[in-house]
């Protein structure tokens, strides 16, 4: 089992900064990873991190812009979003799974309860 709970959601301008935390308890996932969904769209997926830390992989659309990352002692994934557009306005979700690099939302078996990024143009 695998609980989740995001962090550093909130307001910011266009072309700002956000750093999202994630706090892992409970076994380690081989994969953790970020999806967003933006009212009236689907889940997408943002950024997948392996539970040793060592493999990333991001969805073109925030290649460049957003970093994933996690400190493996205190159990704690990131997302550092930078260069932030209105587009970017949604709720944001930490999940993991066992599943190694999916981008695939059925892939992830456990999920935070979310956090809302909201960017203002």
């Known amino acids: 089992q695998v609980a989740l709970v995001e962090s550093g959601g909130g307001l910011v301008q266009a072309g700002g900064s956000l750093r999202l935390s994630c706090a892992a308890s409970?076994?380690?996932?081989?994969?953790y990873g970020w999806f967003r969904q933006a009212p009236g769209k689907e889940r997408e997926f943002l950024a997948s991190?392996?539970?040793?830390?060592?493999?990333?992989n991001y969805a073109d659309s925030v290649k460049g812009r957003f970093a994933i990352d996690r400190d493996n002692p205190s159990n704690t994934v990131f997302l550092q979003m930078n260069s932030l557009k209105p587009e970017d306005t949604a709720v944001y979700y930490c999940?993991?799974?066992?599943?190694?690099?999916?981008?695939?939302?059925?892939?992830?078996?456990?999920w935070g309860q979310g956090t809302q990024v909201t960017v203002s143009s």
């Open positions: 999940v993991a799974g066992q599943v190694r690099g999916s981008s695939q939302p059925k892939h992830y078996d456990y």
């Open positions: 409970g076994r380690t996932a081989s994969t």
């Open positions: 991190i392996s539970g040793s830390g060592d493999i990333r």
